[in-house]
């Protein structure tokens, strides 16, 4: 699968969705992603995706930039 389709289908997982991943995987302790995926009706990659952002960045949102951040040299910011 390419890499588009693969964000494709992690875009369209909703909040209520990805509330559950997280609440499953933080309340069931070693569940598998296999299983989580099964009681939320997702895929396992789709599961382990939401789940290493959470444990990474401690959040679940979708990232939605279309550009990088403007960065500005030392000599701008004067």
């Known amino acids: 699968m390419s890499s588009s389709k693969q964000r494709s289908a ?3 997982v909703s909040e209520l ?8 995987g933080e309340r069931d302790c070693g569940l598998s992603f296999r ?7 997702r895929n396992q990659t789709t599961v382990m995706r939401i789940c290493d952002r959470w444990m990474q960045e401690g959040t679940t949102d979708r990232r939605g ?3 990088p951040p403007q960065c500005t040299t030392s000599h701008e910011d004067r």
């Open 10 to 12: 992690f875009d369209q």
């Open 17 to 24: 969705d990805r509330g559950r991943i997280v609440a499953y």
């Open 35 to 41: 299983v989580i995926g099964s009681r939320v009706g």
């Open 65 to 67: 930039r279309s550009h």
